[in-house]
């Protein structure tokens, strides 16, 4: 079982729906990451968090640590969110371990 | 942007031939990263550096080999390469006020 899970894998949704990606993770962690990375392009850091809740635009992220989960939101979607989103977690040390992403594509 | 860059940005090499693979950044940031991306996996850790000469294995090492001799740049070695190291292979760097990770833009190689 992967220390880090993400879902759905894959999510296909009509432009203006609101979006939910849901990470699960398994271990005791420092900070959650949030990743996006666009068909054939980098790895961009959308946020990163360790309580509560962040915003930046159209996308929120929340975090509950008791319950080892945290959820991306992205309201009033866009075909350009089309992207993998991924999540990450910093377990006890500068590493990383990362989840194997969420495919999202929005259709006009 | 963060001041990170990868190169080359594409490569085709044959089986067996050594490969380097460079990241540099200017941010002048302590730890640098260099991951694999495959389909069906998440972003794995083949080696990281905590400072100059500083380095240690992450969890896909086997076949890699990485040196640090100034800040700036970190060299990723397929020594001997294989169809297998076929993949999408990440920089990042980490630093800042909340210690986030930044990526470079990576750098496809192809083993035939």
């Known amino acids: 079982k992967n220390e880090v899970e993400q879902s759905p894998q894959n999510l296909t949704a009509q432009e203006g729906e609101f979006i939910t990606i849901n990470c699960s993770y398994s271990v005791g962690i420092s900070a959650l990451h949030w990743l996006q990375q666009h068909p054939g392009g980098g790895i961009v850091s959308l946020f990163m968090l360790s309580s509560g809740k962040k915003k930046h635009g159209r996308l929120i992220a929340t975090i509950n640590i008791q319950e080892k989960h945290s959820s991306l939101h992205i309201t009033a979607s866009h075909p350009r969110d089309s992207a993998v989103y991924i999540c990450?977690?910093?377990?006890?040390?500068?590493?990383?371990?990362f989840g194997t992403g969420t495919r999202l594509q929005v259709f006009p | 942007d963060a001041g990170i860059t990868q190169s080359p940005r594409h490569k085709v090499t044959e089986t067996g031939t050594p490969v380097t693979l460079r990241c540099h950044q200017t941010e002048n940031h302590r730890y640098m990263y260099w991951y694999r991306q495959d389909p069906g996996h998440g972003l794995r850790l083949i080696h990281y550096?905590?400072?100059?000469?500083?380095?240690d294995k992450g969890e896909v090492s086997d076949g890699y080999s990485v040196s640090r001799s100034k800040t700036e740049d970190f060299l990723l070695t397929l020594e001997s390469a294989t169809s297998s190291q076929t993949s999408v292979y990440f920089c990042a760097i980490q630093g800042g006020p909340s210690y986030e990770q930044y990526f470079g833009p990576g750098t496809r190689l192809t083993v035939t």
């Open positions: 990450a977690v910093k377990s006890g040390t500068d590493k990383l371990i």
């Open positions: 550096s905590y400072g100059v000469k500083d380095t």
